[in-house]
């Protein structure tokens, strides 16, 4: 298994600002999953993220709004830049918790944005 | 490109009853397919994990099938409890970026 903590676990935040996600995992792990949920929603897929490249994104969302980095086998960032309020969503943090890609998949406890 | 649907969207049930949520997949070339509770403003703790060769699973009172030739998966909940009250979400994981495609949850109450 896989423990992952996020932080901030929530934040209130102005239109127009920027917020970096952090995310720790108590593993080295290959793959980093950044996913959204938005109000009422399931979750979306945002990006993947190896470590030593470049993110790959999902289809609508770009890498100067929600720019990623993965400087080791352990931690990630998402960045929310340019915020509004149709930014308020729970963002998680998810890991593969083997080496397969048939294993379990595990999520951070999630970071609760509110933008005003 | 893959979808996955959950019905019912919502359930209440009474305390004790056997109860089945039901998931359905358009695309069958799977890796495995993952059951997920969230309770409100929670983050997902994952319950079962089948793999694409295997047909069900089970832990406690939970039991989880599938059925790749038709693209279901049902959620098995035994003699419910009402803390058994939360958001259910099926997700299956596929294609080259191994990634995992959500249904939109099924909202189950338990009554006391």
């Known amino acids: 298994s896989a423990v992952i903590s996020q932080k901030p676990s929530r934040d209130i935040c102005q239109r127009g600002t920027s917020l970096t996600i952090q995310c720790q995992v108590d593993?080295?792990?290959?793959?980093m999953f950044w996913y959204r949920q938005q109000p009422g929603q399931s979750l979306t897929l945002i990006a993947t993220?190896?470590?030593?490249?470049?993110?790959?994104?999902e289809s609508g969302f770009v890498i100067d709004k929600f720019p990623i980095s993965r400087p080791n086998l352990t931690f990630s960032t998402l960045t929310v830049s340019n915020m509004s309020p149709e930014d308020s969503s729970i963002y998680l943090c998810?890991?593969?918790?083997?080496?397969?890609?048939?294993?379990?998949?595990?999520f951070g406890p999630g970071t609760r944005l509110l933008v005003l | 490109k893959q979808e996955v649907t959950q019905i019912p969207a919502a359930l209440s049930v009474p305390e004790g009853e056997n109860l089945v949520l039901n998931c359905s997949f358009t695309?069958?070339?799977?890796?495995?397919l993952q059951w997920f509770r969230q309770d409100p403003g929670k983050g997902l703790t994952s319950l079962l994990l089948?793999?694409?060769?295997?047909r069900e699973q089970t832990s406690g009172r939970l039991n989880a099938s599938l059925d790749k030739s038709s693209g279901r998966s049902t959620l098995y909940i035994a003699a419910s409890q009402p803390g058994d009250s939360a958001t259910y979400l099926c997700?299956?994981?596929?294609?080259?970026?191994?990634?995992?495609?959500f249904g939109s949850g099924t909202q189950l109450t338990v009554l006391p």
């Open positions: 997700a299956s994981k596929g294609g080259s970026a191994r990634q995992l495609t």
């Open positions: 993220a190896n470590q030593g490249s470049e993110a790959t994104y």
């Open positions: 695309d069958s070339a799977i890796y495995n």
């Open positions: 593993s080295q792990v290959t793959m």
């Open positions: 998810s890991v593969e918790g083997g080496a397969g890609a048939a294993e379990t998949q595990y």
């Open positions: 089948i793999q694409s060769s295997q």
